[in-house]
């Protein structure tokens, strides 16, 4: 694990300076306790739900993306929409476009496993796509190449130091691009480009296609239904785009980490694949609707997602109000930055916490408790909002893979394995 990694400074300094570590030149209040996140984050989420953007992010036009929106009456307008069409009652609506793209990855896989990476990468996008605007868009495609800019520009800007410039002199965005310093507004004025030409595209197709009788989506459906209302049609092409934007490198994110752990477990993965052949049987893929008979598999997925969570640090809260917890006083505007990295891995919840051990979610009360229990999907009311598409989507490849794949570390010419390292990127997304 690489020294650098903020999560895990983070923890340090809650060890050395107790449950709250304030920093005060920033304004920024990190919890490494899932007790207090939830006391602050959920019990006390009226005040705990604001999002703080920073000059350049605000430069790039990323209050588009719902995710990273002021609690605002536009963001409970638009949150209200994402409910609708993404609760736990409605998303069976996506379960034909998770199989089919889950299964052709599975014969990419096969056909050419060692671009596993670029077949995962493309998973995650070619559902949205699908599920959303009912597209079928290959990774290459300049659509997706252009989604793929947009995640990595907005990611770069939300880097605290990433434009130093903007940030010390928030002035700056008055001055021309070519000024000293200024190089930030061509990138802003690429990620503008690139977050509209996301936001348009893509709906303009769904849109026709649908007038054309050529297919039906969710998303020409619900614009259909509300022709003329201008207002209405932005907030659902605001919904396609943040899923898009939020789905790709956090669902990317699970899956490749599953391999990983996979080939650094392989008794994990054996005891996976021995209870799917149990109860699957081998002449059929496994179901959503065999999912309550697979405790050790949903094991395998509760794990992955407390040992890798995707955004270990999460998306930053703000407090719209001064506050007062345990004694301390908490002044409006400050931050909030919830270390789900560490909260995962707190020795007195999870004993042997660096360790990938599924066997610990069978114990009372079992692997099937409420989704709200994964950390890695957020808190309060800013939760993840597609967690139980994402859910779905983690969990059907996770019993796919073990339904038909043996995943192995490489070998060397002689035949030998090679090790492989638990190396990981380190940025927002793991
Ligand atoms: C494994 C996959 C995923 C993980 C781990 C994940 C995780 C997260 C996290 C940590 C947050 C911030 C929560 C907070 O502020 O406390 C978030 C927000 C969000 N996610 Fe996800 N996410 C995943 C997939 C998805 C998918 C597939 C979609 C949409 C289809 C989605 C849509 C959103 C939205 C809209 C928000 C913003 C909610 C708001 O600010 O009100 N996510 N997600």
């Known amino acids: 694990m690489p020294a650098d990694d903020a999560w895990v400074e983070y923890r340090k300094w809650g060890r050395e300076y ?17 007790r207090v996140a939830i006391d602050l984050l959920e019990k006390r989420a009226r005040i705990y739900s604001d999002r703080r953007m920073n000059p350049m992010m605000k430069l790039c036009g990323a209050e588009l993306n719902m995710a990273l929106a002021p609690y605002s009456d536009d963001w409970r307008r638009k949150r209200k929409l994402f409910q609708q069409n993404f609760r736990q009652s409605t998303i069976n609506r996506f379960h034909s476009d998770q199989y089919n793209k889950v299964h052709e990855f599975l014969r990419q896989l096969i056909t050419t496993p060692d671009n596993f990476m670029q077949h995962t990468t493309a998973l995650s996008q070619r559902i949205i796509f699908s599920a959303l605007w009912g597209l079928d868009v290959k990774p290459e495609d300049p659509l997706a190449q252009n989604g793929v800019k947009c995640i990595l520009t907005v990611g770069q800007a939300m880097l605290p130091g990433a434009f130093p410039a903007i940030e010390r002199f928030p002035w700056l965005r008055f001055m021309p691009s070519w000024f000293p310093g200024c190089g930030f507004a061509r990138v802003a004025e690429q990620c503008i480009r690139a977050l509209k030409e996301a936001n348009t595209i893509p709906f303009d197709m769904a849109v026709d296609n649908l007038k054309t009788d050529k297919g039906t989506s969710l998303i020409a459906e619900l614009a259909s239904k509300c022709e003329g209302d201008s207002t209405e049609v932005e907030a659902i092409k605001a919904m396609a785009t943040t899923s898009y934007l939020a789905a790709g490198d956090t669902t990317l994110s699970s899956i490749s980490s599953f391999t990983l752990s996979m080939v650094l477990n392989p008794d994990v993965q054996a005891k996976g694949q ?3 052949d149990r109860v699957v049987g081998t002449d059929r893929l496994p179901t959503f609707e065999d999912r309550f008979s697979l405790p050790y598999v949903e094991a395998i997925y509760r794990e992955l997602m407390r040992l890798h969570p995707p955004v270990p640090l999460g998306i930053e809260h703000s407090l719209i109000e001064d506050d007062f917890y345990l004694g301390y006083h908490i002044p409006k505007g400050c931050s909030i930055i919830p270390n789900i990295w560490a909260m995962n891995r707190d020795p007195d919840v999870y004993p042997r916490p660096d360790d990938f051990l599924p066997e610990r979610f069978l114990d009372f009360p079992g692997p099937f408790t409420s989704i709200n229990d994964i950390r890695a999907y957020g808190f309060g009311r800013r939760v993840c909002a597609g967690r139980y598409m994402a859910d779905n989507t983690v969990w059907l490849t996770i019993a796919c893979f073990l339904a038909t794949l043996n995943l192995r570390g490489p070998q060397d010419k002689q035949g030998n394995v090679i090790s492989i390292s638990e190396d990981y990127s380190s940025g927002f997304f793991r």
């Open 18 to 34: 107790g449950e709250l570590v304030y920093i005060q030149d920033r304004n920024i209040l990190i919890l490494n306790d899932s």
């Open 274 to 276: 021995e209870e799917i």
